[in-house]
């Protein structure tokens, strides 16, 4: 089994090395990842400047390629250009921080799933909700085989990925796997404000995460709750719902 592995902590970052490990105990593994942190860039494409891809070695064995990308810019460079073969499932991951409920949108690492997902390969994402560069990966290294496995053998519905999130405990704290959907938390954002050296102000977006416990059955919740939620997504964002009650609105419809 050929696996891709990407994330939008940089390739250096502790949590894709854990992964690599991990992925090398059950396929072929290829790393495209960003040569640097990528978090919170979404579903961003270069397309305004060149990207470069620098070969990527570890311990002497040549891995893949750095790329001075966006998460989604690797998973689409490799599978059109860089690789010769094609994956069978995209990873990606692991990633420093929870990335359940709003995060999801924001999060590089759920759009190179995202990506995956869009070219037609099984894809993953794969999150701890620590931001610490040190934690423990074990746990997490050990849920990412089993759902990437899963993921090989059963796969997903096509435009379907699988956003899964760690809670931050140790393993035998770890209250199971949940499957889940998109909880409704969000973050409470500010900006801090602070003054250059040549006396000019500049902006540095922070916040407070707030858990919103609305959904019962929210990725949030169960993360919260010592649970690995597991949370199928597709990136098909029509509100079908709502398309009756907005064809009957003449007056949106008249011009
Ligand atoms: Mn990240």
């Given at each position: 089994m050929r696996i891709l592995i990407t994330n939008?902590?940089?390739?250096?970052a502790n949590g894709i090395q854990a992964l690599i490990d991990a992925m090398m105990t059950i396929g072929d593994v290829v790393v495209v990842a960003p040569d640097r942190q990528q978090s919170a860039v979404g579903h961003a494409l270069t397309v305004s400047s060149p990207l470069r891809a620098t070969p990527y070695h570890r311990r002497g064995v040549h891995l893949g390629y750095a790329i001075n990308g966006t998460p989604a810019d690797c998973v689409k460079l490799a599978v059109s250009t860089l690789l010769t073969e094609r994956p069978d499932i995209v990873v990606s991951g692991i990633n420093h921080g929870n990335n359940s409920s709003v995060n999801a949108i924001y999060s590089g690492t759920v759009s190179a799933a995202t990506e995956g997902t869009l070219m037609g390969i099984p894809s993953m994402a794969i999150s701890v909700?620590?931001?610490?560069?040190?934690?423990?990966m074990t746990l997490a290294q050990k849920i990412a085989i089993h759902v990437a496995k899963q993921l090989l053998t059963v796969g997903v519905p096509a435009g379907t990925l699988l956003n899964v999130n760690i809670p931050a405990v140790a393993e035998s704290e770890h209250k199971g796997i949940k499957i889940t959907r998109q909880g409704s938390s969000v973050w409470e954002d500010y900006y801090e404000i602070r003054r250059d050296p040549h006396g000019k102000d500049y902006y540095w977006l922070t916040g407070n995460f707030v858990t919103l416990e609305?959904?019962?059955?929210?990725d949030d919740i169960a993360v919260k709750d010592g649970y690995t939620a597991i949370t199928p997504l597709h990136?098909?964002?029509?509100?079908?719902?709502i398309m009756e009650t907005l064809k009957s609105n003449a007056g949106l419809t008249t011009f």
């Amino acid at each position: 089994m050929r696996i891709l592995i990407t994330n939008d902590d940089g390739i250096t970052a502790n949590g894709i090395q854990a992964l690599i490990d991990a992925m090398m105990t059950i396929g072929d593994v290829v790393v495209v990842a960003p040569d640097r942190q990528q978090s919170a860039v979404g579903h961003a494409l270069t397309v305004s400047s060149p990207l470069r891809a620098t070969p990527y070695h570890r311990r002497g064995v040549h891995l893949g390629y750095a790329i001075n990308g966006t998460p989604a810019d690797c998973v689409k460079l490799a599978v059109s250009t860089l690789l010769t073969e094609r994956p069978d499932i995209v990873v990606s991951g692991i990633n420093h921080g929870n990335n359940s409920s709003v995060n999801a949108i924001y999060s590089g690492t759920v759009s190179a799933a995202t990506e995956g997902t869009l070219m037609g390969i099984p894809s993953m994402a794969i999150s701890v909700a620590s931001f610490d560069e040190d934690f423990d990966m074990t746990l997490a290294q050990k849920i990412a085989i089993h759902v990437a496995k899963q993921l090989l053998t059963v796969g997903v519905p096509a435009g379907t990925l699988l956003n899964v999130n760690i809670p931050a405990v140790a393993e035998s704290e770890h209250k199971g796997i949940k499957i889940t959907r998109q909880g409704s938390s969000v973050w409470e954002d500010y900006y801090e404000i602070r003054r250059d050296p040549h006396g000019k102000d500049y902006y540095w977006l922070t916040g407070n995460f707030v858990t919103l416990e609305e959904l019962p059955d929210a990725d949030d919740i169960a993360v919260k709750d010592g649970y690995t939620a597991i949370t199928p997504l597709h990136y098909e964002l029509t509100n079908q719902g709502i398309m009756e009650t907005l064809k009957s609105n003449a007056g949106l419809t008249t011009f």
